[in-house]
């Protein structure tokens, strides 16, 4: 096996900071630093039993404090208990091997290392299990966006749309809009039979419409991060291919509903879309 799991058992536990709900995880309490380093390969975050998180990744990587505390070992298992920012934020890594923390640490400072078996992680917050994997999740791909290893889908475009709320009433409903409706991804406008490149790896979904989105691809990382590239002309990928980040999966089109050759790309995590400017550069 070249890759060992690292679950984050019993392991991420959130507590106190937020009152006594236990159900809101408010302020720095919500984010956690990515628990390997930009650009470490074969990472993957998992979904772990009972709200804990599973850290996918070869044997001998080195893992990060995804928050700031007093360390404190006992075995193979590490427990970061909250200080400064992170006040009430308590976090436990189970499984570690080659523990080297030091006594106090700070987010991003080095822990130990994944071992050839598996480790575990679990986050609560006043004893209310959090859903460590999306935390962790979110905190690795933030750091993979920022990391550039985005690749812009189509160059020379112009920006028609931009994402977010908009006046067109055929486009999709969203009550927080003050016009009811939101563009859901942005649009680039290029020439017929542009080639369009996958921004993010994942595999192919093709799709082909009359209408809406017309010929469309999604790409499915599989771990919450799906981008979508709309309108094409044509595709250059099959269902069910593992595409790369930058492969070329089709031509900029105007199929479905569209009034000129454009893409229309959008970014969705755990479903939810988002402003594909925030990862990648646009135009
Ligand atoms: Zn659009």
């Known amino acids: 096996m070249m890759r060992a799991i690292a679950a984050v058992t019993g392991g991420l536990v959130v507590a106190g900071a937020a009152g006594a709900s236990g159900t809101a995880v408010q302020g720095m309490h919500d984010t956690l630093s990515p628990p ?98 999306s935390l962790l999740r979110g905190a690795v791909d933030a750091s993979l966006a920022l990391s550039g290893d985005w690749v812009r889908p189509v160059d020379g475009a112009v920006v028609t749309q931009q994402f977010g709320c908009t006046p067109y009433g055929f486009e999709p409903l969203d009550p927080s809009c003050p016009s009811g409706h939101i563009h859901t991804g942005i649009d680039l406008a290029v020439p017929l039979g542009t080639p369009v490149r996958a921004a993010m790896p994942g595999i192919a979904h093709v799709i082909a419409s009359t209408t809406g989105y017309g010929l469309h691809v999604v790409l499915d990382d599989g771990d919450g991060l799906t981008t979508l590239y709309a309108h094409l002309e044509s595709v250059a990928v099959l269902d069910g291919d593992d595409v790369d980040a930058g492969d070329v999966i089709g031509a900029a089109g105007s199929t479905g509903n569209s009034t000129g050759p454009h893409l229309h790309f959008e970014v969705r995590r755990d479903g939810i879309p988002e402003d594909p400017t925030l990862d990648v550069a646009l135009p």
């Open 36 to 133: 390997v380093a930009t650009g470490t390969a074969g990472v993957r975050i998992e979904d772990g039993p009972e709200h804990s998180a599973l850290l996918l990744a070869p044997a001998g990587t080195v893992v990060l404090a995804v928050s700031s505390g007093a360390a404190a070992v006992e075995g193979a298992q590490v427990r970061v208990h909250g200080s400064g920012d992170d006040t009430g934020l308590d976090v436990e890594y189970g499984g570690l091997t080659d523990i080297t923390t030091a006594a106090v640490v700070h987010r991003g400072d080095r822990l130990g290392r994944v071992p050839p078996a598996d480790v575990s992680i679990r986050a609560r917050l006043d004893g209310t299990p959090l859903d460590a994997a």
